[in-house]
């Protein structure tokens, strides 16, 4: 295994097209001292209010972050929640190229009420109704353009079940993905889950698993676990399967091998967003050759160190290095 230096040096610049839902997690930060005279609910007093991309985007953030290219392919809005989106992408220096507006849509946000460091509620503005055929046809030929253009080194797929990811452009994208030899990747949810059909990685989590396979899974028994995985093996026909287990660490296989990796010791704040960070950790060194017990412990790192941060946020690189060298 190459060292933990050159194997980061090696993600500057790779370009990853990022395709799937994106979204504003928009957060109201307040005091609470009272509970409202008119219903039974506290009183924020409002003392900060701040925007981050989310979903697909905070992907593509992450990817950033590791010093990799990322690309972001999706259709939002024209409104005026699109406007700010396209704000931060272009404040964040991510290229907005595959971003495609449809008046039929309406730009994801997600904004969560916080008081006194607890979130208490979250109100989402969104249309999760599957994408029309003409805006299906043109995310699929803007994915082919920028890959016949760019050396394109991996294509992931990040599900939030809000409508870009249907069945016909999940599978227009890997047939051409595997033609070209690109790799592709899958944060899934159950809507689509046996749609990413042959992918070079699946992640899904334990929940998510269990869900897609309607199988018993007791981790105290890695039996059922080995049984669900391979049932849907059998169906997706994936390169690898990599699942993330929570406080179990995580799961990926190699050929005919099974490697469990425990958790790192954490001080856990918020898991929000840990799913995005992984899958962009991982895709980035699978695309860099690196064996998947390696993947899968680096993708394990990243994952816990943002789950100590409050809120969605991406993985700090000097952080992830720092303990990549104690761990590899």
Do not use: W
Not at 248 to 268: C, L, M, T, W
């Amino acid at each position: 295994m190459p060292a933990v230096s050159t194997i980061f040096k090696s993600f500057q610049g790779k370009k990853v097209i990022v395709v799937g839902d994106v979204m504003i997690d928009t957060y109201i930060e307040g005091k609470v001292t009272r509970i409202s005279p008119e219903a039974p609910v506290p009183v924020v007093q409002f003392r900060n209010r701040f925007s981050r991309l989310g979903g697909a985007a905070n992907v593509a953030l992450n990817l950033k972050a590791l010093g990799a290219d990322p690309i972001i392919c999706t259709i939002i809005g024209k409104d005026e929640e699109a406007d700010h989106f396209m704000k931060l992408v272009n404040e964040a220096q991510i290229s907005a190229k595959g971003i495609i507006g449809y008046d039929d849509r309406l730009t994801t946000v997600k904004t969560r009420v916080i008081g006194n460091n607890q979130q208490l509620v979250r109100v989402d503005h969104e249309y999760a109704a599957p994408i029309t055929s003409s805006a299906e046809f043109a995310l699929v030929e803007a994915i082919k353009e920028f890959c016949e253009k760019e050396e394109v080194a991996a294509i992931i797929f990040q599900d939030y079940n809000k409508g870009v990811l249907t069945p016909e452009v999940i599978k227009n994208t890997i047939e051409f993905a595997n033609e070209k030899g690109i790799i592709t990747t899958v944060d899934p949810k159950k809507e689509n889950f046996f749609e990413y059909k042959r992918v070079t990685l699946f992640k899904p989590n334990l929940k998510e698993l269990i869900e897609g396979t309607n199988l018993p899974v007791n981790m105290s028994d890695k039996d059922s676990f080995l049984t669900a995985v391979n049932a849907m093996n059998k169906e997706l026909e994936a390169k690898y399967t990599f699942v993330t287990l929570s406080e179990n660490g995580v799961y990926i296989n190699e050929d005919q091998k099974n490697h469990f990796i425990p958790a790192h010791p954490r001080s856990i704040a918020d898991v929000s967003g840990a799913g995005d960070t992984v899958i962009a950790v991982a895709t980035l060194c699978l695309a860099c050759d690196l064996d998947p017990k390696t993947v899968a412990t680096l993708s394990n790192l990243a994952g816990g160190l943002v789950c100590e941060q409050v809120g969605v946020v991406s993985v700090n690189k000097d952080d992830l290095i720092k303990e990549a060298k104690e761990v590899l």
